[in-house]
Structure formats: structure tokens, C-alpha cells
């Protein structure tokens, strides 16, 4: 699935079709500049699917001049969330 059309899934989903929480999503690792330490695990947990989605939602709708889009940031969520879905879609 490309990106654009991930957006587009991102955007048509409600709460509910998020795995029942509490969920890990894979993100991508941040480091600290100038230091070898890294920030968070390379999984975060999702607690509540309303506000993760809502923000997500939020990202995917300032589009490519988002500071998330511009870091890379959005779109690595982007393709682990496809990943959670995909793998919950398998085991229904």
C-alpha cells in the first residue's frame, strides 16, 4: 500500500477498528543529538485509540509541510500501523 493511500485509510477509521488496548506500535528510533542515547523504546503504548487516532488524524491532515511529515516521523507511524492492522486482520 503506498503512502498516500494509507493516509487515506488513516483518515476513514474509527477507534474501534484499532486493536483493543492497551497496544504497542513500532516508531521509529529517535536519538539524542550530539549523544548515543536514544529516546523511548522502539515501541510506544497505545492506551486509548481515540486520542491516539485523533492525533494521528491530526498529523496526516497538515499534510507534507507538517513537522512530523517533513521529519519522517508520520510516515514511519504510517507504515507500522498498517503492520498492527494487517497482523489483527490475520488472526480475526
Known sequence: MD???TADL???????DLPPVPWALK???RKVVGTGLFLG?????VKDNERFLR???????QGPDGP???T?????DLVALVA?????????
Open 84 to 92: 498492527v492492522l494487517a497482523a489483527r486482520k490475520e488472526t480475526a
Open 68 to 70: 512530523r511529515a517533513r
Open 10 to 16: 488513516v483518515m476513514k477509521l474509527t477507534p474501534a
Open 3 to 5: 503512502l498516500q493511500a
Open 41 to 45: 523504546g522502539p515501541y510506544v503504548t
Open 55 to 61: 492525533s494521528l488524524q491530526d498529523d496526516v491532515a
Open 27 to 29: 516508531v521509529a528510533e
Open 72 to 76: 519522517g516521523a508520520i510516515q514511519a
